[in-house]
């Protein structure tokens, strides 16, 4: 017969987060670009006593647990206070992604229901365009103070006047179960509608637990964070939470998400770690070549959202000095799944460059394995590919309110990428199996083929996708942006792929383009890109 054992039984709860910032870190700074076109500051003890304000205000308003409150709003404090708030009485922090279409956004705020959105001053001609199209009529907060209310034809609430109506000394965090939901965040959802992701406090504090450990991003309270990742894109990686959970300073960027801003905010407020999407670095790099400029004391970032290009990392680290972490998540996952950390033999024999290519080894809670398409388990050799499937405590178990079956196979849940996992446990994105070339039968990875092209120092940015063939039903199409000024034509480009690949895997053609589009987070929108290029293998004919 087993023992109960006989240590406290405390839930995790995203309020004690805050709580323990306030009491051991209370002089911390915490600092914001606001859309009010000034720099703030203040400490995570004022985060704290704000955050239990609102959470009273809330309250007093009549939000009950459950409840789902939606956010459009740029990384800064008055977020940061709504995440801690909202969670911690027991209602749900709905991130909303504001560069999504207004029909979108639209739908989702619909299906979350959300009782009140909290809006950044930037985003508000967004929820007047969609309002009337909104079953639950939620109250609209205005993240600003009164002097900065703007006209609208929406009764709008001041956030500080709502804000003003809590009591903060008189207020206690409820005490919620660990299994409560505290957030929820949509995929941007490619294909199909976007599927609810909902986070728990239990998930949410093992993830941003895991988060600090050394092998993933080594936090600490000598740590200056800026999440360039916004908050409204997976819990901006979870930082809100885990630079709490050691007493690191935030540095919030807000708007001002180009090369300039980014780059002034580095260095004026010492940051040490940053974190995004490889095309924000792009912006950086290229503001870094023409200026001169460096990146002050900034000694990592936490690249992942898409594969980092080797040519990336390369810049970053000899240029500038910054060790590039190439991650891998996704919003399913809270989002971190695997991180790029070295073991003990890659340092002492300095054999880690190549490795950081790979999107990283799982930390503990992760667990991973590839199949091939009975589900069958293949081999761990860094050759053999297959479906990626994950679990573990921060991955979520089915979506909220789903329209589709739960995808679950065996309680794994299938990721829809394609990947390598090496003897070391090292996996490696081949591909989002959605967007894997397949040529007569055999796999391209279009990621490998864009990585190559981006090495080439003519090219800006580059994008493969699979057209369509007549003989091999699918071949490598390469679209290109060249740098500005830079010549190079497709003879050239072709060539520099000469002995890195296999003959076959040559792109069939390259295409200099002006623009690539992105998704609301950051990828190369490789669905607009079939349907405007998918063709042109056969016809060499674009469509518009
Ligand atoms: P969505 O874009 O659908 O909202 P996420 O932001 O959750 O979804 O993205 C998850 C997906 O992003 C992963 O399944 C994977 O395909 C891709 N991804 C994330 N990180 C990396 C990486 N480092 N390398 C390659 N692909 C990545």
Known sequence: MT????????????????????KYHGDTEIVSRRTEGDIHRYTYADAAVRSRQLASALQKNGVEPGTRLATLAWNGYRHLEIYYAVSGIGAICHTVNPRLF????????????????????????????????????????????????????????????????????????????????????????????PKGVLYSHRSTVLHAWASCMPDVLNLSATDVILPVVPMFHVNAWGLPYAAAMVGAKLVFPGAGLDGPNLCELFSNEGVTLTAGVPTVWLAVLNYLAETGGNLGVLNRTVIGGSACPPSMID????????????AWGMTEMSPIGTIGAPKARHVANDSF?????????????????IVDADGRDLPWDGKAYGDLWVRGPWICSGYYKPEKPDPHENGWFPTGDVATIDADGYMQIVDRSKDVVKSGGEWISSIELENIAMAHPAVAEAACIAARHEKWDERPLLIVIR????????????????????????????????????????????????????????????TV
Not at 144 to 158: E, G, K
Not at 315 to 326: E, N, P, T
Not at 359 to 368: I, T
Not at 484 to 505: M, N, Q, R
Request: some cysteine; aromatic content about 8%; glycine content about 6%.
């Open 3 to 22: 023992l109960t054992g006989q240590m406290m039984d405390q839930p995790l709860s995203i309020s004690a987060l805050i709580e323990y910032a306030e």
């Open 353 to 369: 460059r190549p490795l950081q290519e790979k999107q990283g080894r799982p930390p503990y809670g992760v667990d991973m394995k």
């Open 483 to 542: 740098k500005p000024g830079a010549v190079v034509d497709e003879a050239e480009l072709l060539s520099h792929f000469e002995g890195k690949i296999a003959k076959w895997w040559l792109p069939d053609a390259v295409l200099f383009v002006d623009e690539i589009p992105h998704t609301a987070t950051g990828k190369v929108q490789k669905l607009k890109l079939r349907e405007r290029y998918g063709d042109y293998l056969i016809t060499s004919q674009v």
């Open 102 to 193: 207004p029909e979108q956004i639209g739908w989702i705020l619909n299906h979350a229901e959300d009782s009140h959105i909290f809006v950044d001053l930037t985003f508000l001609p967004l929820i007047e365009a969609v309002y009337a199209s909104l079953t639950a009529k939620p109250t609209v907060v205005v993240l600003t103070d009164r002097a900065h209310m703007p006209d609208s034809s929406l009764d709008l609430v001041c956030y500080e006047e709502l804000l003003a109506q809590g009591d903060s000394s008189g207020f206690e965090w409820p005490v919620l179960d660990e299994q409560t939901a505290s957030s929820l965040c949509y995929t941007s959802g490619t294909t199909g509608n």
């Open 315 to 326: 810049a970053l680290q000899d240029k500038y000095g910054v060790r590039v972490i190439h």
